[in-house]
């Protein structure tokens, strides 16, 4: 199969939704990145890598950061940590205070932010620096020890996060958050802005396509069944309220964020990573969607 034939096909025809979503606003520093950006990169557990567009350009990963946050959490959180947080599907806005409300302060899911805050304070609990070790897992997953965070990015999101500051302190009133909500939340605004590209998107997911191991690190990060556990969430809840849909259309577990990307695992082959800013009503990129519904079509992948 001629990926590369197939990723150029993809960049020709995918980005024509751009023009029909919107960049996330509510960060400014979100709302300054260019909406035609478009790139994909795709690589194998064989080592292989193909690329198209912008998949070399960095951006803010923003939410797909809560994959490595959960794979740190699964590797040296007790199982007591799924006390504190469900894996059920939303069904509602990912920053949603009323859904947390009527559940009494335990997130549906990691990938929620209410969810995501609860793993970096879990995390804060037994890692000294929880904000190195973070960046030290994205590092080793890729093999880059230049990645690192956008300083601009977490300023932005600091000065104007008020939901998820409401929202942090919501989980500290039922109890739910342990340490200091300002060390949570600084954690948490940096993992959002971590800067990185689809190519090193592609290949810090790896391990999720190959039962927990790294092709980069020669190591298992997680045990084959952690593996399948994360793929199960990625599939069910890692797409916000949009879950149902990107399965209908795409069929592989995936996470997204608002900076556009979105990262999709073929269990037992390869991942897939794309990048377009402008993004639907849920919060997911609109070209990259279609992206990876066009990756799943021509190449007859799917889990289903």
Known sequence: M???????????????????????TYIPALAR??????????????????QAGDANE??????????????????????????????????NAFNSLVQLEYEHGIPRNPFINAGALVIIDALISVLKEAKVCFLECARGLTGNSAIDFDTEVAQSEAEHGYINRAMANFLKGYDNIDNDVNEVLDAYFHHCALSMTCAELATAFLPLANDGVSPVLKDAILTP?????MNSLLLTCGRYDAVGEFAYRVGLPSKSGVGGGIVAVVPG????????????????SLAG??????????????IF
């Open 225 to 229: 069944q952690q593996t399948r556990q």
């Open 2 to 24: 001629d990926f590369n034939e197939i990723l150029a096909e993809i960049a020709s025809e995918a980005p024509q939704q751009i023009g029909r979503g919107k960049v996330a």
């Open 33 to 50: 990145i260019p909406a035609n950006k478009f790139g994909i990169a795709v690589r194998t557990i064989s080592g292989e890598t193909f």
């Open 289 to 302: 969607t279609r992206a990876l519904e066009m990756f799943t079509q021509i190449t007859q992948r799917s």
């Open 269 to 284: 082959e390869m991942t897939v990573a794309v990048w377009s800013p402008e993004l639907d009503e849920a919060g997911n």
């Open 58 to 91: 960095k951006f803010s990963i923003q939410s797909i950061s809560k994959v490595f946050s959960l794979m740190l959490a699964m590797r040296i959180v007790d199982d007591n940590l799924w006390r504190r947080v469900r894996r059920e599907p939303s069904g």
